[in-house]
Structure formats: C-alpha cells, structure tokens
C-alpha cells in the first residue's frame, strides 16, 4: 500500500509539472523586414537629397511598407552626387530646392527610379525590363564590359 501510495504521489507531481503550460513570449520576428526607406534612412549622408525628393513626392512611404502585388519594388537609387549631376544637366531645374519646392517634379523624380517588381541586379534582364517605372517610362539595361571591370548601364545613362 505504501508502495501506491508514493507511485500515485509521484505521478501527480510529474502531471503537475508536464502539464503547465509554457511561457509564451508575443513576438512579431516574421513581420520583421528591412524596407528599402530604412536602408536609405541607415545610408542618409549619402542619399539626403534623394531622401528629401521622396518624401516630397510622397513616395517615402510606399518604399517604407511593402508591394501588395507581393512583387516587392526595385529602386535605382540615386546618391547625392546623381541628383546633383542631374540638376547640372536638366532643362527643368537649377537646385535641390527647385525640386522640393514643386511636388510634381519631385514626385515623378522619384517614381522614375521605382519598378514595381523585385530585380535583384544578378537577375537584371538585357534590354527592356518587363515593368515600366512608376513613371510608366521603360528601363532598358545593358551591360558593359571593359578591360578591368564590367557594369551595368540603364538607359546607357546611369552606371548601376
């Protein structure tokens, strides 16, 4: 009987133990993602002017979230030293501000270096790429090769 007694003692301390429920912490990890507007934001010394022309042109938060198509986005992004070379070459502009001060020009500045589709620049095709920039303006891409380097050119304008 004392035999059942400590057999029957032991089995509720261990169902005691085994059924507690573990301790659940709430995490959101596989929400976690890094926008294309948090690197750009993280890298912002070199990329303020192209940062200031988004959020302008009201694009800063379509970058920041995420495609509904699933697509995800392909930016051409721009450093500071490229919005200037641009300004110094344009018909429409004389200064950054000239560009930040009218919302249609900066929004169409940075819809132009927007795809709607995720390229990665391994998988960048020759030639047009199959969807237009939020722009409706095709890229096309082709690639460059020297004796030393070689790169990718879009509208053989920009070195990618």
Do not use: W
Request: net charge negative; aromatic share 14%.
């Amino acid at each position: 009987m004392k035999k059942t007694g400590y057999i029957f003692s032991l089995l509720l301390v261990f169902s005691t133990f085994s059924c507690k429920e573990p301790i659940r912490v709430a995490s959101f990890e596989d929400l976690e993602q890094y926008t294309i507007l948090d690197y750009i934001i993280e890298n912002e010394e070199r990329f303020s002017s192209f940062l200031s022309i988004l959020e302008v042109g009201e694009l800063d938060i379509t970058l920041g979230s995420y495609n509904p198509y699933g697509q995800d986005y392909t930016l051409f992004l721009p450093d500071n030293e490229a919005v200037d070379k641009f300004i110094s070459t344009s018909n429409l502009v004389s200064s950054l501000d000239d560009i930040l001060n009218n919302p249609e020009i900066a929004r169409e500045f940075c819809r132009y270096h927007v795809v709607n589709l995720g390229v990665h620049s391994g998988n960048f095709p020759f030639g047009a790429f199959p969807e237009p920039t939020l722009s409706s303006d095709l890229l096309t891409v082709s690639f460059i090769i020297t004796s030393d380097s070689s790169y990718y050119k879009i509208n053989n304008q920009a070195v990618v």
